[in-house]
């Protein structure tokens, strides 16, 4: 048995799909939205405005969403999507992905607290200060 063990751990770790910087904005865009488990059909709109302002995907932009979709509910964790971001994204994108991300939660006009955790994780794990958190959501709740 212990050499068993031995070997599965000896053995190559495969690596999973990379995933495009397109997809990871588009999965924590889909996890603001299903944060609350009821998906509303102004959020989803919203999703997929932000992904059309930000991206030239034309037709392919329903292809993305439904693609962020699944992954955001077969997703284990976020760190896999915010690291992309935290590898290509400047600061001033994180703050407009983090408008956003409000923007989406307010979309259906109730800001939940399971949208509101989500979010605020999804801040941390971007290494935003506080302070931008709640300038993003200021400025969301101002539009």
Do not use: C
Not at 43 to 58: A, Y
């Amino acid at each position: 048995m212990l050499e068993t063990l031995k070997r599965l751990f000896l053995s190559p770790v495969e690596q999973g799909e990379q995933v495009s910087y397109q997809k990871a904005v588009a999965v924590l865009l889909m996890e603001v939205m299903l944060a609350d488990h009821e998906v509303d059909e102004k959020e989803g709109q919203q999703v997929k405005s932000f992904l059309r302002d930000v991206s030239d995907l034309g037709e392919d932009l329903d292809d993305l969403y439904r693609e962020a979709y699944s992954g955001a509910e077969q997703a284990h964790d976020l760190y896999q999507f915010t690291k992309v971001i935290n590898d290509q994204a400047s600061h001033v994108q994180k703050m407009e992905l983090l408008e956003a991300l409000w923007r989406v939660a307010l979309a259906d006009g109730n800001l939940d607290a399971h949208e509101d955790h989500r979010i605020r994780r999804i801040s941390e794990l971007l290494f935003m200060p506080h302070s931008e958190f709640i300038q993003a959501k200021i400025a969301a709740q101002q539009e």
